[in-house]
């Protein structure tokens, strides 16, 4: 019946679109200047990063009760995610690791003959790693290195070395003293960081994930061709958005969550690596678990504690 109404209704006048079930197409039947197609296009364009951004944030209703700001911390049933205040901004440091770099040659010794009888290698050097935060397995405190900043960047100011007990309390600042000629860190183990230079930030089988990324603000500078044209160093990375990522930590099999301010650099499609958050874990390893039972992370030079 709506059908045969609509036919008598439109029988006098041409319809404005036909639509071809098959192909899809839009069919045109009045007259459209191009620029009007040409305006159509690029506001399509224009607003379909907007709109893919409205459908990925859908779930932030449900993401954003279950994660606080990571300065709040948070807390499971046994184990606690909280901010730790120490005097300046946290220092990185090079320790090295057990895993063999390489070899040098410097003797070799021949036969009677002339021949190569054998070689004497040079001790072996040792791949370096980065860490901020080093574990006394002696006295079973903690201690990091610090320096007055201002924001996120140092002013060469006062250099401290921090130490903390097993709680994460302040017991002892030692301020604008060298500690390695000191003595200050014997016994003292610095922890890796297991966060990779290209983390895998999807992938829920690691100590710390991210669980939904929302969009918020678009970057359309990145959509330049000409950025960072004429720069002797090229045009660096650009991040497409800015946006909030909330992520999980594992710790002993329960999970504390945060969320943090995270950029994109993908502008439609998002891959497991395009992703910036400036996180760096740092767990004690599990052979002095029994006295020292806790993970550092550390993000934007501030250090949250977990134990």
């Known amino acids: 019946m709506a059908l045969l109404i609509f036919n008598k209704f439109t ?42 951004a409205g459908i990925n944030n859908i779930p932030d209703l449900y993401y954003i009760f279950f994660h606080g700001d990571i300065n709040t911390g948070d807390s499971s049933k046994n184990h606690s995610l909280k901010r730790i205040h120490v005097p300046g901004l946290i220092l990185n440091q090079i320790a090295y690791s057990k895993i063999i770099d390489s070899m040098y040659v410097d003797t070799i010794k021949l036969t009677k003959d002339g021949e190569i ?127 909030t990522g909330y992520f999980t930590v594992v710790f002993h099999k329960e999970k504390l969550r945060f969320k943090i301010p995270v950029s994109n650099q993908a502008a439609f499609y998002t891959g497991d690596y395009d992703y910036s958050d400036g996180i760096n874990y740092y767990p004690v390893p599990d052979r002095f678990k029994s006295k020292l039972n806790a993970a550092f992370l550390v993000y934007d030079y501030r250090v949250y504690m977990i134990k």
């Not at 007259?31 to 506001?43: N, S, T």
């Not at 890796?192 to 290209?198: A, M, S």
């Open 11 to 52: 029988a006098n006048y041409p319809p404005l679109f036909y639509i071809s079930i098959n192909s899809y197409n839009l069919a045109v039947n009045s007259p459209m200047k191009k620029r009007y197609k040409l305006l159509i296009l690029i506001l399509g364009l224009w607003s379909s990063p907007y709109i893919l």
């Open 117 to 243: 009888d054998s070689l004497h290698p040079d001790p072996p050097t040792y791949l370096t790693y980065e860490g901020r935060v080093y574990a006394d397995t002696v006295n079973f405190t903690y201690k990091m290195e610090t320096e007055d900043g201002k924001g996120f960047e140092v002013d060469g100011g006062n250099k401290h070395l921090i130490t903390l007990n097993k709680d994460g309390k302040v017991i002892a600042d030692v301020i604008n003293v060298n500690p390695d000629s000191a003595g200050l860190l014997k016994n003292c183990l610095l922890l890796e960081d297991v966060i990779k230079p290209f983390q895998n930030w999807e992938d829920k089988s690691g100590p710390v994930y991210m669980n939904h990324y929302s969009k918020y603000k678009f970057n359309s500078e990145c959509l330049n061709p000409f950025r960072g044209f004429g720069s002797p160093n090229g045009a660096s990375t650009c991040y497409f958005w800015e946006g």
